[in-house]
Nanobody, 120 residues
Framework: QVQLVESGGGLVQAGGSLRLSCAAS????????MHWFRQAPGKEREFIAT????????YYTDSVKGRFTISRDNSKNTVYLQMNSLKPEDTAVYYC?????????????WGQGTQVTVSS
């Protein structure tokens, strides 16, 4: 059983940056592809990015390409999401997830989420 705890969310102005972190425990972190998803009010959960087990490969949804960067530190059991050039439409609860296929929409374990609010 893997436990995931996100942190780093908050309120930021449009054009600003935030770095989300997700600390994992209770499993073999390096054995899982790691993902970030988000869910805005009234909308379905949306896949954002995946990083491979080694950290050597990453995949992004089109809406965040060039602005967001996913990375991981297997020595710290942590995955990150660096978010730059934030837009009001990026406002959502952001979730990290573990397991599942690289770039896939399904995962085995989920965090509880962290709120990101981008003001215009």
């Amino acid at each position: 059983q893997v436990q995931l705890v996100e942190s780093g969310g908050g309120l930021v102005q449009a054009g600003g940056s935030l770095r989300l972190s997700c600390a994992a425990s209770g499993g073999t972190f390096s054995g899982y592809n790691m993902h970030w998803f988000r869910q805005a009010p009234g909308k379905e959960r949306e896949f954002i990015a995946t990083v491979s087990r080694s950290g050597g490969s990453a995949y992004y949804t089109d809406s965040v390409k060039g602005r967001f960067t996913i990375s991981r530190d297997n020595s710290k059991n942590t995955v990150y999401l660096q978010m730059n050039s934030l837009k009001p439409e990026d406002t959502a609860v952001y979730y990290c997830a573990a397991g599942g296929a690289f770039g896939g929409s399904k995962a085995d374990y989920w965090g509880q989420g962290t709120q990101v609010t981008v003001s215009s």
